[in-house]
């Protein structure tokens, strides 16, 4: 008798859709535990302040991260809105100020048009000064410039510094709050950080 054989590849199955799929939540799951997503060491804080004599409130919203085992802010960036108060002629200041490592801390204005300035502890009165008088603010007063810019220097150094007691000049704190482990993108740019529209608009009387 003539004996036939039959032969056949070994049998591969094609792997199912739920052994292709479970492998890849189990890293998705992976990937947002361990720092894929937003971090979490980022701060946001946010003020108000008044200038009574110089005739403006100040707003300030900013968004840094603190690196493990330090005390100021690694990178920051800050939105400020100079709104008049009470029966003033002089019109909004909107500016920016960012604070990355390695460089000098960048100040940019509406009205500067499309440059950076240095903000440093020799200019940052100049630039101030300047802007509040080409916005027709009249009666800037000597502590109330300088508290401006101490609190502006302090919502880009960290919770610590923002949410310090000592009163900034002859500043009245209207509010200030700080929220730590804050979601921060590190990864994007930090002008993205912060939407204009997240600073309140001068309400105008």
């Known amino acids: 008798m003539e004996r036939s054989c039959n032969l056949r590849p070994p049998f591969n199955p094609a ?7 479970l492998p890849f939540l189990q890293l998705l799951c992976l990937m947002l535990i361990f720092g894929c997503g937003p971090a979490r060491d980022g701060f946001r804080f946010q003020g108000r302040y008044e200038a009574a004599i110089s005739g403006f409130d100040l707003q300030i919203v900013s968004e840094g991260y603190i690196e493990e085992g330090r005390d100021t802010a690694r990178a920051a960036f800050a939105v400020v809105r100079i709104c ?13 100020l960012m604070s990355v ?3 000098p801390i960048e100040m940019e204005a509406e009205e500067l048009g499309p440059v950076f300035m240095e903000w440093n502890s ?7 000064r300047g ?7 009249r009666n800037i007063q000597p502590d109330e410039l300088r508290g401006s810019v101490a609190v502006i220097d302090r919502s880009l150094a960290g919770p610590n510094a923002a949410m310090r007691s000592d ?3 002859s500043l009245r704190v209207l509010s200030a709050g700080i929220e730590d482990a804050f979601p921060l993108d590190k990864d994007a740019p930090p002008r993205e950080w912060i939407s204009p529209s997240e600073v309140p608009a001068c309400v105008i009387h």
């Open 15 to 21: 792997p199912s859709t739920h052994s292709v799929v």
């Open 84 to 96: 008049p108060a009470g029966r003033s002629n002089a019109r909004a200041i909107r500016m920016t």
């Open 101 to 103: 490592p390695g460089r």
């Open 122 to 128: 020799k200019t940052a009165e100049g630039l101030l």
């Open 131 to 137: 802007l509040l008088s080409a916005a027709n603010f």
């Open 167 to 169: 009163q900034p000049g």
